[in-house]
């Protein structure tokens, strides 16, 4: 259900980089002084979660917090850290582990961000969401 819902959020966005693909000249990095940027919101206050993406370093912290918490890999790391007497050790191996898949998500997310246009990840992602959405409440039912 939950992916069904942040497929149909992400889904906002699909018409901006859609626009940005057919005129550069929208894109907020273009070097356009007659344009002044825009805020997100009308009021020019930016929402709590506006700015939470808007910060690599915050919104990376915080989504792999919250989406590591209840996984899989942390309760087997409790597990290991249960049944071993050396939690620094396990916590060590979870670390480097952890680390490891974050380099490599984040050095081949950059290969594939310089080769395809983002209108074309964002569709992609909006797709894999929504049909992972559909196919959980299908199967629950």
């Known amino acids: 259900m939950v992916n069904l819902i942040i497929g149909v959020i992400e889904a906002r966005h699909l018409k901006k980089f859609y626009n940005e693909r057919k005129d550069p000249n929208l894109h907020p990095n273009?070097?356009?002084k007659e344009q002044p940027i825009k805020p997100d919101n009308d009021d020019?206050?930016?929402?709590?979660?506006s700015r939470l993406r808007k910060?690599?370093?915050?919104?990376?912290?915080?989504f792999i917090f919250l989406m590591e918490l209840?996984?899989?890999?942390?309760?087997?790391?409790i597990t290991l850290a249960s049944i071993y007497p050396y939690p620094l050790e396990v916590w060590l191996?979870?670390?480097l582990a952890l680390i490891s898949l974050a380099w490599m998500g984040v050095f081949f997310g950059?290969?594939?961000?310089?080769?395809?246009?983002?209108?074309y990840l964002k569709?992609?992602?909006?797709?894999i969401f929504i049909f992972i959405g559909v196919?959980?409440?299908?199967?629950?039912?």
């Not at 690599?56 to 912290?61: N, Q, S, T, V």
């Not at 950059?110 to 209108?119: D, E, H, N, S």
């Not at 569709?123 to 797709?127: H, P």
């Not at 959980?136 to 039912?141: A, E, K, R, W």
């Open 135 to 141: 196919v959980i409440l299908i199967t629950s039912i």
């Open 70 to 77: 209840g996984d899989k890999t942390q309760l087997l790391t």
């Open 110 to 119: 950059g290969i594939v961000a310089q080769k395809i246009p983002k209108f």
């Open 55 to 62: 910060n690599p370093y915050i919104a990376g912290f915080s």
């Open 93 to 95: 191996g979870a670390f």
């Open 30 to 32: 273009h070097k356009n």
């Open 123 to 127: 569709l992609v992602t909006v797709v």
């Open 44 to 49: 020019g206050i930016q929402s709590r979660f």
